[in-house]
């Protein structure tokens, strides 16, 4: 078992695998699929209660339209740094339905 070196009394997470070199348009699909993986992972976020007002001492109504934002933030920022592999799998599935066709 590798030994990674954990902060604040919070687990340590492995760091990620280096991704491999792309062409520019496989750059790009792979970007879309970033995209829907961070959109999935918002609606989880969403439906797990992140981002949810407080009942005492809340933002009012601002607080709830930007929670929003800060949801989808978060998610892009997952499945930038790796996510849940969605992405990854999804660019693979695409990339092999494009080199099907040709």
Request: charged residues 20%.
């Amino acid at each position: 078992m590798t030994n990674f070196q954990s902060t604040a009394g919070l687990p340590a997470v492995a760091p990620l695998k280096a991704q491999p070199a792309r062409q520019p348009t496989d750059e790009k699909l792979f970007q879309v699929a970033q995209k829907l993986e961070a959109s999935f992972l918002a609606e989880m976020l969403k439906s797990a209660g992140f981002g949810k007002t407080r009942d005492s001492f809340g933002g009012g109504a601002g607080e709830e339209h930007f929670s929003t934002f800060l949801t989808q933030a978060h998610a892009s920022a997952m499945a930038k740094t790796g996510g849940i592999g969605l992405a990854e799998s999804i660019f693979d599935a695409l990339k092999e339905k494009q080199n099907d066709q040709a």
